[in-house]
């Protein structure tokens, strides 16, 4: 599958981190005719195969990097159609339901959007992604240790002893990013502690109805009450229930017999996602905590706006490329680093301004998930290559 076109580009490229970003990035980049190699840290890709709740952003952008990779995806997902309720649920991304208090059990507010709930595990994701990229593009077992800028470009040095050099890297190598460190030696750019800790199970669908009925279990749900918050979804065609809870103590007494136990990590927003050859996307350049349900959304919106960049006809040499990078960190930056630990403390009902006031709660998330989803992506993309056609005429 993929294009096997020759590069219309004269510089060389590496993708540091195989994940959702660095895998979408790579195919975004062959649809468009550049080859790139993508260095894996792990030795295969691990099937873990929790539940991920795929944002209305990442509907919308996924078919923009690759349609046919779209039009797969799309086959993919469970939604909630078929399930119980009226047709209107269609709509429903996630209903907000009290999970506490003398409100327990009744809804609050439904997300709305025009693709409604969609799911999958992330391991038939990842799956499908690799799909797409040539077996000789992926090199696993390579975790990059540092890399160097020398006179003929980078040198990126792996835990392995091996190295090599481009001319232009990306850095998609999650939270813990060492991109990030490199670029930014004198950052502080440690992943730190949000506070919280998450418990995630998949359960089959029958256990998750007789705990909380028929209609709970097979709507997407999130759960909001003081100092935690959860999240429920089905998956796998509405066979199995994805469940998660965030809370602020690590310990908990009632949940599924062996869940995951995940601390939650963020890190200090940077003062930028590029410097010279090198520029960072997805989870390295902005990992937030996972209660927008955006961290997929707004990866994949950094892929399209660099691999459109990057397609420019303009763009041919690495000067070229480090223009685009600039562009791409002038419109992402702003845009990416904003408040998931913030709608956290809201969802936990710990906000000092919203409480558990259900007008102000509502209110906010029409206001926060209005700005986060509707963005134009083409507006987007034309107001990076202004600004990277701007760099360029400088270069001449
Ligand atoms: C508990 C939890 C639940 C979440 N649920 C959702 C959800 O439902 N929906 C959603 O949209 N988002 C969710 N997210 C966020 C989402 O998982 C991330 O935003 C997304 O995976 C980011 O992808 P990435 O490729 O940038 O980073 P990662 O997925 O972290 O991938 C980084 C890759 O780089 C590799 N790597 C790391 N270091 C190196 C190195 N030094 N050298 C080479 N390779 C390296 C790793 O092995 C990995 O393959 C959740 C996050 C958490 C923590």
Known sequence: MGSHQTSSKSFSAAIIGGGISGLTLAIALQQRHIKVQIYEAATKFRQVSYGLAMSPTANRVIPLIDPHL??????????????PGDEDLEATWFRVVWGSGKNEGHAVFDFKSSTGMTSLRRAEFLNLLTSFIPRESIHFNKRLLYLREIDSGLRVVFEDGTSGTFEVVVGCDGVHSNVRKSMLPNETTEPQYSGMFAYRAVLDMETVIEAVGEERARIATKYISKGACGVSYPVDRSRKVNVGLYRTSPNLKTFPPNPVKWAIFDHHPVSTFCRGRVV??????????????????????????????????????S????????????????RTQQTSRENGKILCLNHEYFGDDEKKLKQEWRERYNWIWNLDMNDHVERARIIMYAALAELD
């Not at 209660?291 to 399209?304: K, P, S």
């Not at 000067?319 to 702003?334: C, K, L, P, T």
Request: proline share 1%.
């Open 319 to 334: 000067s070229h490329a480090i223009a685009a990078f600039q562009a791409y960190n002038e419109v992402r930056r702003r």
């Open 70 to 83: 779209g039009e797969i995806y799309k086959t993919l997902v469970t939604t909630h159609r078929g399930g």
């Open 280 to 317: 960072l996307i997805g989870d390295a350049a902005h990992a937030c905590t996972p209660h927008q349900g955006e961290g997929i959304g707004q990866a994949v919106e950094d892929v399209y706006v660099l691999a459109e960049l990057l397609s420019d006809s303009r763009v041919i040499t």
